[in-house]
C-alpha cells in the first residue's frame, strides 16, 4: 500500500510538472509572439514615415508670421468668399478683384517676379489659400518696374511666400496687396506699404487649410526668380 501511494504521489508531481511546463512554454511563445508583432509595427511605422516625410511640406518656412489674425491698419479685410474647392479648368467668378478667397485651381504659382506672364485668378487664389502673399501691380513705367522687381528680390522670405505679378484688373500705375480675405490698394510703389504688408501677412494662418495645419505653405519651387 505505501508503495502504491508513492508512486500515486510521484505520478501527481510529474502531471503537475508537465503542466507547469506547458504554462511557461505558452508564456514564452506569448511573448515572443507579442514581441514580434510589436517589432513588426514599428518596422512598418519607421517604412510609412521613411515614404511620406520627405514629401510633407515642411522644409524651410522662410519668414512665416504665422499671424492668424487681421493686423490693425495693415490692409482692409474682404469677406471670404464661402467655398474653397478645388475646380480645375473653370472660371471663377470672385467678389472681389483681384480675388482673397474662393474656389481655386489646384496646382499654385511659382513664387517669383513675372515680369510679364499674366497668372489666372484661380491659380493665385491657390497660393494665399496656403498663406502665401501676393503683390498684383499694373504699372507699365519701366522705372517703377525695376523698382518694384528689386524690392521683391530684398523681402526676407520672398521665395518662399511672395507672388508678383502683373494684373490688368486694377487701375494703370496701381499696385494691390492680397492675402487671404485682406487686400490693399494704393498708387505707385510704396515700399514701407509693400514690405509691411508682406512681413505681417507671409505664411498667415487665415484660410481653413493652414488653421487645421497650423502653419502656412510656402511654395515647393524656391528657384529666385519666376519668368
Known amino acids: 500500500?505505501?508503495?502504491?501511494?508513492?508512486?500515486?504521489?510521484?505520478a501527481v508531481r510529474r502531471s503537475e510538472a508537465r503542466a507547469t511546463r506547458k504554462v511557461k512554454q505558452r508564456s514564452r511563445t506569448k511573448r515572443r509572439k507579442f514581441v514580434y508583432f510589436v517589432g513588426s509595427g514599428i518596422f512598418a511605422v519607421?517604412?510609412?514615415?521613411?515614404?511620406?516625410?520627405p514629401s510633407l511640406p515642411i522644409g524651410n518656412l522662410g519668414t512665416s508670421t504665422g499671424t492668424a489674425s487681421y493686423a490693425d491698419g495693415i490692409g482692409i479685410p474682404q469677406p471670404v468668399m464661402p467655398s474653397a474647392y478645388h475646380v480645375d479648368g473653370k472660371t471663377v467668378s470672385y467678389s472681389t478683384?483681384?480675388?482673397?478667397?474662393?474656389?481655386?485651381?489646384?496646382?499654385?504659382?511659382?513664387c517669383g517676379f513675372y515680369?510679364?506672364?499674366e497668372l489666372a485668378d484661380e491659380v493665385i487664389v491657390h497660393n494665399m489659400e496656403h498663406g502665401n502673399v501676393v503683390i498684383n501691380y499694373n504699372i507699365s513705367d519701366e522705372s517703377q518696374k525695376s523698382h518694384l522687381k528689386e524690392l521683391h528680390s530684398q523681402l526676407s522670405g520672398s521665395n518662399e511666400w511672395l507672388v508678383t505679378r502683373p494684373y490688368?484688373?486694377?487701375p494703370e500705375g496701381s499696385?494691390?496687396?492680397?492675402?487671404?480675405g485682406i487686400s490693399d490698394e494704393f498708387e505707385g510703389v510704396n515700399e514701407e506699404r509693400i514690405t509691411r504688408f508682406v512681413e505681417t501677412y507671409s505664411g498667415n494662418l487665415f484660410s481653413d487649410e493652414t488653421k487645421r495645419l497650423n502653419r502656412g505653405i510656402p511654395c515647393s519651387n524656391i528657384d529666385s526668380m519666376a519668368k
Open 46 to 53: 519607421a517604412i510609412i514615415v521613411g515614404l511620406f516625410l
Open 175 to 180: 499696385i494691390t496687396l492680397t492675402a487671404w
Open 168 to 170: 490688368k484688373e486694377i
Open 97 to 110: 478683384l483681384p480675388p482673397t478667397s474662393g474656389d481655386h485651381w489646384s496646382a499654385p504659382a511659382q
Open 1 to 10: 500500500m505505501a508503495k502504491e501511494s508513492e508512486k500515486r504521489r510521484t
Open 115 to 117: 515680369d510679364s506672364k
